[in-house]
């Protein structure tokens, strides 16, 4: 049975930095793509970045290139999602997902960037 638990969201000033990271289980971690989506207040969940079981292949959306990386440690079952740089409008519940299980959402973590 999939489980992910989100962590490290918080309130940090415009120009902070966060860690996120994503503790998977109930599945062979290091088989599958992860994903980070996000969902602003009020608007669609949507795509921030992903990262293959390999760690060979990335994807960043337009809104975050440049500031955001996707790391992961397979031995820890564990994705990371480093935002520097924040800005005002990466506030959102940030949630990870894996192509394990798709339909499979945890509780998410709240990130709030603002003076």
């Known amino acids: 049975q999939v489980h992910l638990v989100e962590s490290g969201g918080g309130l940090v000033q415009p120009g902070g930095s966060l860690r996120l990271?994503?503790?998977a289980s109930g599945f062979t971690f290091s088989h599958y793509t992860m994903y980070w989506y996000r969902q602003p207040p009020g608007k669609q969940r949507e795509l921030v970045a992903y990262i293959?079981?390999?760690a060979t292949m990335y994807y960043y959306g337009d809104s975050v290139k440049g500031?955001?990386?996707v790391s992961r440690d397979n031995p820890k079952n564990t994705v990371y999602l480093q935002?520097?740089?924040l800005k005002p409008y990466d506030?959102?519940?940030y949630y990870c997902n894996s192509a394990a299980a798709p339909g499979y959402w945890g509780q998410g973590t709240q990130v709030t960037v603002s003076s």
């Open 21 to 23: 990271s994503c503790l």
């Open 52 to 54: 293959s079981g390999t």
């Open 67 to 69: 500031r955001f990386t």
């Open 83 to 85: 935002m520097n740089n």
């Open 91 to 93: 506030t959102a519940v």
